[in-house]
Nanobody, 123 residues
Framework: QVRLVESGGGLVQAGDSLRLSCAAS????????MGWFGQAPGGSREFVAG????????YYADSVKGRFTISRDNAKNTVYLQMNGLKPEDTAIYYC????????????????WGQGTQVTVSS
């Protein structure tokens, strides 16, 4: 059974930083591209960042480029999202996801999802 468990969310002020983690089990982690999606209140789930199997390539939504960094540690079966310079508009539930595709930036390309972690940024 595949499990993705996110952690690291919380309530912070604008300009602060957070580091989200996603621990994976039940899959060959190094064979999956990984991604982070955010779902703002009343909104749909949107792509935030993605990383290829080896971590050699990363992809970001324009809204987070230069502020967020995705990384992975295949030895620990964990993917991270470093969030710097947080803004109130970053407030969302952040989901970790795993894709069997080499590159995945669309929600439908991901087969496995975590339960999400709440990030709230106050102004």
């Amino acid at each position: 059974q595949v499990r993705l468990v996110e952690s690291g969310g919380g309530l912070v002020q604008a300009g602060d930083s957070l580091r989200l983690s996603c621990a994976a089990s039940g899959l060959t982690f190094s064979s999956y591209a990984m991604g982070w999606f955010g779902q703002a209140p009343g909104g749909s789930r949107e792509f935030v960042a993605g990383i290829t199997w080896t971590g050699g390539n990363t992809y970001y939504a324009d809204s987070v480029k230069g502020r967020f960094t995705i990384s992975r540690d295949n030895a620990k079966n964990t993917v991270y999202l470093q969030m710097n310079g947080l803004k109130p508009e970053d407030t969302a539930i952040y989901y970790c996801a795993a894709s069997a595709a080499a590159i995945a930036m669309e929600e439908y390309e991901y087969q496995h999802w975590g339960q999400g972690t709440q990030v709230t940024v106050s102004s």
